[in-house]
Every structure is written in C-alpha cells, then in structure tokens.
C-alpha cells in the first residue's frame, strides 16, 4: 500500500531550507526512496510550509526515516525552522485523478 508524509513545518529561512533540500535530491540521485514529492506553502500561516513525500509503502518510508543520512539531513533541516515540525502518516486508500 503507498504511504504519504506530511510534514508541516515554519520556517523564515525557505530559501536556505530549499538549497538544502535542492542538495540532499542530488545528492541522493540513484537511491532514494520516496517515488515523489510536494512542496507546498500554506496561504492562510505566514511562513507555514508543508511538504507532502510518497513512498511505496510504510516499510520503506521507515526505512529512508531509518538512514543515518536522513537524520543528518533532518537535524540540518530543523536548524533552518521556527520550530519543530509535525508529521502526518497516511496510507492511501483511493486516488482519483479528474481531467474534465
């Protein structure tokens, strides 16, 4: 079953949370885990981001979570918020896609 993260976070710093973002893609080019990612900004929270990363399923989501990479990664991350950030854990159940 796919898995999704929502990881909702505030940050002043975006531009150098997305360098560093930009470089941990490349730098996992070839094997990474997560099949697609999201980045979104909340138009209602000044400075709220969510950014919204699917994965095969939960085992392999827990298992990129589990990747000392990954946490390297997501220490440096929280250095650029305002705060901790929140996880949602979703299994996706339906997907509809509307073209009309």
């Excluded at 930009?22 to 709220?48: C, Y």
């Excluded at 095969?56 to 250095?79: C, D, G, K, L, Q």
């Amino acid at each position: 079953m796919r898995f999704i993260q929502i990881i909702e976070y505030r940050t002043s710093r975006i531009d150098e949370f997305n360098a560093l973002l930009d470089s941990w893609v490349e730098k996992n080019k070839g094997h990474r885990l997560a099949t697609r990612a999201l980045q979104t900004r909340d138009r209602d929270g000044e400075n709220v981001y969510l950014n919204i990363v699917e994965f095969p399923s939960y085992e392999v989501a827990m298992e990129n979570s589990s990747r000392p990479e990954t946490a390297e990664f997501a220490a440096r991350i929280a250095a650029l918020c305002d705060g901790p950030p929140s996880f949602r854990n979703l299994d996706v159940l339906d997907e509809r896609t509307f073209q009309d």
